[in-house]
T-cell receptor
Framework: KAGVTQTPRYLIKTRGQQVTLSCSPI?????VSWYQQTPGQGLQFLFE???????NKGNFPGRFSGRQFSNSRSEMNVSTLELGDSALYLC???????????????FGSGTRLTVV | AQSVTQLGSHVSVSEGALVLLRCNYS??????LFWYVQYPNQGLQLLLK??????LVKGINGFEAEFKKSETSFHLTKPSAHMSDAAEYFC?????????????FGTGTRLLVSP
């Protein structure tokens, strides 16, 4: 069974540019979440999508956005990149979005974004 | 608001010794609790989870954790450390109030295992 696939693994962008990261969840998983991991702030929740709808959102500026497609694949976009956006971006998928014995998120290996 | 506190940013043990990683949570409603492990340049791997069933939870690789409501704790233990256990460990909480989809993570504990 394939895991959560994130592409690309590594990315270098220039300040002011925009970037799109992709996440393919485990087959059958309909909930996809995104997290940002930095040495200073740790792991922080960005947003979660279920059946193409954003159900939950963290405290990030509007430059961070996402979407989910009908096949549950998800993308996140960061516009007007800042140096502080350099981070490991992790995607996670779950069979259920809430409250079940199957509950639990499986994470991908992440996309490491460097902004120069 | 929910939060997680992991005591000790670094824990060092000898191979074969007991591993104890501490996690205390804050939540105003019954929480779901998780332990994840992260190896260098990798994502997070779920070790175990508590979702209001048995309070003693067994996970992968010989790890287990006990949910203690009175102490608001969910400490991770392993009877005998192995060199391959060296990694960073994260405790996380989610609950109904903020949405089970949103995991709030602790700052992590790096486990160092010496021969």
């Amino acid at each position: 069974k394939a895991g959560v696939t994130q592409t690309p693994r590594y990315l270098i962008k220039t300040r002011g540019q925009q970037v799109t990261l992709s996440c393919s969840p485990i087959s059958g998983h309909r909930s996809v979440s995104w997290y940002q991991q930095t040495p200073g702030q740790g792991l922080q929740f960005l947003f979660e999508y279920f059946s193409e709808t954003q159900r939950n959102k963290g405290n990030f500026p509007g430059r961070f956005s996402g979407r989910q497609f009908s096949n549950s694949r998800s993308e996140m976009n960061v516009s007007t990149l800042e140096l502080g956006d350099s981070a490991l971006y992790l995607c996670a998928s779950s069979l259920e979005g809430q409250g079940s014995t199957n509950y639990g998120y499986t994470f991908g290996s992440g996309t490491r974004l460097t902004v120069v | 608001a929910q939060s997680v506190t992991q005591l000790g940013s670094h824990v060092s043990v000898s191979e074969g010794a007991l591993v104890l990683l501490r996690c205390n949570y804050s939540s105003s409603v019954p929480p779901y609790l998780f332990w994840y492990v992260q190896y260098p340049n990798q994502g997070l791997q779920l070790l175990l989870k508590y979702t209001s069933a048995a309070t003693l939870v067994k996970g992968i690789n010989g790890f287990e954790a006990e949910f203690k409501k009175s102490e608001t704790s969910f400490h991770l233990t392993k009877p005998s450390a192995h060199m391959s256990d060296a990694a960073e460990y994260f405790c996380a909480v989610s609950d109904l109030n903020t949405g089970f989809q949103k995991l709030v993570f602790g700052t992590g504990t790096r486990l160092l295992v010496s021969p």
